[in-house]
Nanobody
Framework: QVQLVESGGGLVQPGGSLRLSCAAS????????MGWYRQAPGKARELVAT???????NYADSLKGRFTISRDNAKNTVYLQMNVLKPEDTAVYYC??????????WGQGTQVTVSS
Protein backbone atom coordinates (compact mmCIF):
# COMPACT_ATOMS: atom_id res chain seq x y z
CA GLN A 1 0.00 0.00 0.00
CA VAL A 2 1.30 3.44 -0.99
CA GLN A 3 0.00 6.67 0.44
CA LEU A 4 0.34 9.80 -1.68
CA VAL A 5 0.05 13.31 -0.27
CA GLU A 6 -0.13 16.25 -2.66
CA SER A 7 0.72 19.80 -1.69
CA GLY A 8 1.45 23.13 -3.28
CA GLY A 9 -1.91 24.02 -4.73
CA GLY A 10 -3.61 27.34 -4.22
CA LEU A 11 -4.83 30.51 -5.86
CA VAL A 12 -2.60 32.11 -8.47
CA GLN A 13 -3.10 34.90 -10.99
CA PRO A 14 -3.04 34.19 -14.72
CA GLY A 15 0.53 34.05 -15.93
CA GLY A 16 1.80 32.90 -12.56
CA SER A 17 3.54 29.71 -11.50
CA LEU A 18 3.03 26.95 -8.98
CA ARG A 19 4.96 23.85 -8.06
CA LEU A 20 3.01 20.86 -6.86
CA SER A 21 4.61 18.13 -4.79
CA CYS A 22 3.49 14.59 -4.15
CA ALA A 23 5.15 12.69 -1.33
CA ALA A 24 4.86 8.91 -1.34
CA SER A 25 5.14 6.48 1.54
CA UNK A 26 7.11 3.27 1.52
CA UNK A 27 10.40 2.10 0.13
CA UNK A 28 9.38 1.19 -3.43
CA UNK A 29 8.89 4.68 -4.83
CA UNK A 30 11.73 4.33 -7.32
CA UNK A 31 9.94 1.42 -9.00
CA UNK A 32 6.70 3.29 -9.60
CA UNK A 33 5.73 5.18 -12.69
CA MET A 34 4.33 8.46 -11.40
CA GLY A 35 1.79 10.80 -12.91
CA TRP A 36 -0.19 13.96 -12.47
CA TYR A 37 -3.80 14.15 -13.57
CA ARG A 38 -6.40 16.87 -13.19
CA GLN A 39 -10.13 17.19 -13.05
CA ALA A 40 -11.97 20.42 -13.68
CA PRO A 41 -15.57 20.93 -12.51
CA GLY A 42 -17.98 19.03 -14.72
CA LYS A 43 -15.19 17.39 -16.71
CA ALA A 44 -13.51 14.00 -16.74
CA ARG A 45 -10.14 13.44 -15.15
CA GLU A 46 -7.37 13.95 -17.70
CA LEU A 47 -3.69 13.23 -18.00
CA VAL A 48 -1.30 16.08 -17.27
CA ALA A 49 2.09 14.37 -17.26
CA THR A 50 3.80 11.11 -16.37
CA UNK A 51 7.33 10.09 -15.50
CA UNK A 52 8.48 6.51 -15.56
CA UNK A 53 10.67 4.81 -13.00
CA UNK A 54 13.50 5.32 -15.47
CA UNK A 55 12.83 9.04 -15.81
CA UNK A 56 11.10 9.18 -19.20
CA UNK A 57 8.42 11.85 -19.36
CA ASN A 58 5.19 12.27 -21.24
CA TYR A 59 2.88 15.29 -21.38
CA ALA A 60 -0.57 16.17 -22.57
CA ASP A 61 -0.01 17.87 -25.92
CA SER A 62 -1.76 21.05 -24.82
CA LEU A 63 0.54 21.44 -21.80
CA LYS A 64 3.93 20.83 -23.38
CA GLY A 65 6.26 23.72 -22.77
CA ARG A 66 4.41 25.08 -19.74
CA PHE A 67 4.42 22.14 -17.34
CA THR A 68 7.40 20.04 -16.21
CA ILE A 69 7.26 16.81 -14.25
CA SER A 70 10.23 15.58 -12.25
CA ARG A 71 11.00 13.16 -9.48
CA ASP A 72 13.43 12.84 -6.59
CA ASN A 73 13.72 9.21 -5.62
CA ALA A 74 15.79 10.07 -2.55
CA LYS A 75 12.86 12.10 -1.24
CA ASN A 76 10.09 9.81 -2.51
CA THR A 77 8.60 12.85 -4.20
CA VAL A 78 7.31 13.77 -7.63
CA TYR A 79 6.89 17.40 -8.67
CA LEU A 80 4.88 19.31 -11.21
CA GLN A 81 6.20 22.75 -12.14
CA MET A 82 3.44 24.78 -13.75
CA ASN A 83 4.27 28.04 -15.53
CA VAL A 84 2.26 30.64 -17.40
CA LEU A 85 -0.89 29.39 -15.75
CA LYS A 86 -4.22 30.05 -17.40
CA PRO A 87 -7.77 30.09 -16.00
CA GLU A 88 -8.44 26.85 -17.87
CA ASP A 89 -5.76 25.17 -15.74
CA THR A 90 -8.11 25.48 -12.77
CA ALA A 91 -8.75 21.98 -11.47
CA VAL A 92 -8.07 19.51 -8.73
CA TYR A 93 -4.68 17.95 -9.43
CA TYR A 94 -4.13 14.33 -8.48
CA CYS A 95 -0.96 12.33 -8.08
CA UNK A 96 -0.83 8.72 -9.26
CA UNK A 97 1.61 5.90 -8.56
CA UNK A 98 1.47 2.89 -10.86
CA UNK A 99 3.23 -0.40 -11.35
CA UNK A 100 0.33 -2.56 -12.54
CA UNK A 101 -3.43 -2.85 -12.05
CA UNK A 102 -2.96 -4.22 -8.55
CA UNK A 103 -0.49 -1.55 -7.58
CA UNK A 104 -2.15 1.68 -8.65
CA UNK A 105 -2.63 4.46 -6.12
CA TRP A 106 -4.09 7.96 -6.03
CA GLY A 107 -3.66 10.92 -3.75
CA GLN A 108 -6.49 13.00 -2.37
CA GLY A 109 -5.88 15.88 -4.75
CA THR A 110 -4.88 19.50 -4.41
CA GLN A 111 -6.89 22.44 -5.72
CA VAL A 112 -5.33 24.82 -8.20
CA THR A 113 -7.29 27.96 -9.00
CA VAL A 114 -6.09 30.41 -11.61
CA SER A 115 -7.97 33.67 -11.35
CA SER A 116 -7.43 37.39 -11.14
Amino acid sequence: QVQLVESGGGLVQPGGSLRLSCAASGSLFRFYDMGWYRQAPGKARELVATITSGGSTNYADSLKGRFTISRDNAKNTVYLQMNVLKPEDTAVYYCNAHIDDRNDYWGQGTQVTVSS
